[in-house]
């Protein structure tokens, strides 16, 4: 059992950046893929970043690419999303997702993790 606590949302303009922080209960974070989803009203949740348990493997939705960046500090039980250049469209709930015994991969379906926190809201006004 894992749980999931992000925090670092807020209120930005467009063109600013957030850090979005999940820290994760447990001592077995380190063997956990982790990954970034969000949801905008009326929307579907969809997937932003992943990495693998190491870190080795990091992918991130086209939409993202080039303007964020996901890490991880596994000593500190800790998932990063790095958010610059935001846009309006960024505007969503944005959640923290973890999967157990990972392996060497990271996941783009939300099927595919069991472990989810609660969110943070992330507004871009123009």
């Known amino acids: 059992q894992v749980q999931l606590v992000e925090s670092g949302g807020g209120l930005v303009q467009a063109g600013g950046s957030l850090r979005l922080s999940c820290a994760a209960s447990g001592r077995t974070f380190s063997s956990y893929a982790m990954g970034w989803f969000r949801q905008a009203p009326g929307k579907e949740r969809e997937f932003v970043a992943g990495?693998?348990?190491?870190?080795?493997?990091?992918g991130y939705a086209d939409s993202v690419k080039g303007r964020f960046t996901i890490s991880r500090d596994n000593a500190k039980n800790t998932v990063y999303l790095q958010m610059n250049n935001l846009k309006p469209e960024d505007t969503a709930v944005y959640y923290c997702?973890?999967?157990?015994?990972?392996?060497?991969?990271?996941?783009?379906?939300?099927?595919?993790?069991?472990?989810w926190g609660q969110g943070t809201q992330v507004t871009v006004s123009s």
């Open positions: 990495i693998s348990a190491s870190g080795g493997r990091i």
């Open positions: 997702a973890a999967r157990g015994y990972g392996g060497i991969a990271y996941y783009i379906d939300s099927d595919q993790y069991g472990y």
